[in-house]
């Protein structure tokens, strides 16, 4: 269970541009869970991205000046004669629902309990069991009537009846 990916949802209001996003998410999918380790090669990422090996370790001394919750996002030390690279923002994450190093049981226990709370609160939508296509044929065959009826926000597919309501008016 070393290869499972839980990212900090508040890492998606950083002003990170799309390639600093994308590298941040392939370091953090390469953290090792049961070890607490950061696993970061540049010419993995450069190789992954398409960049210059300059173009990562600029990314990557980019990612230590920005602070997430007291710490930054990845921090660099030189020591041995090779860069060691670690995630102190993403562990700290990771120890707030409670995933510790060779013991993953209770923050996989917060997880399911977060997931069934989820789906307790879910909508009830209506025609759930249908597929997008087979719900706008449904909808289509509906009268005008009945199509008034129903509220977007009562489909999974809330696109498919403004289509259908859209198709309706042109016709």
Not at 43 to 56: C, H, M, P, Y
Request: hydrophobic share 35%; charged share 25%; proline share 2%.
């Amino acid at each position: 269970m070393s290869k499972f990916l839980i990212i900090n949802p508040e890492i998606y209001k950083l002003n990170l541009s799309d390639q600093e996003f994308r590298v941040y998410f392939y370091i953090c999918s390469q953290f090792n869970m049961k070890k607490k380790q950061a696993y970061v090669r540049i010419v993995d990422i450069a190789g992954q991205f398409q960049l210059t090996k300059n173009e990562v370790e600029n990314i990557l001394i980019n990612f230590t000046k920005i602070i997430h919750d007291g710490h930054a996002l990845v921090s660099i030390d030189k020591s041995e004669g090779y860069y060691k690279f670690d995630l102190p923002s993403h562990q700290k994450f990771l120890s707030s629902i409670g995933f510790a190093k060779h013991n993953q049981a209770h923050g996989f226990r917060a997880i399911n309990g977060y997931l069934k709370q989820l789906k307790e609160t879910a909508n009830n939508y209506l025609f759930k069991d249908l597929d997008q296509y087979e719900l706008m044929e449904k909808l289509e065959s509906m009268s005008v009537e009945e199509l008034q009826k129903i509220k977007p926000e009562q489909l999974r597919y809330q696109w498919v009846y403004k289509n259908v309501i859209k198709n309706r008016t042109t016709v």
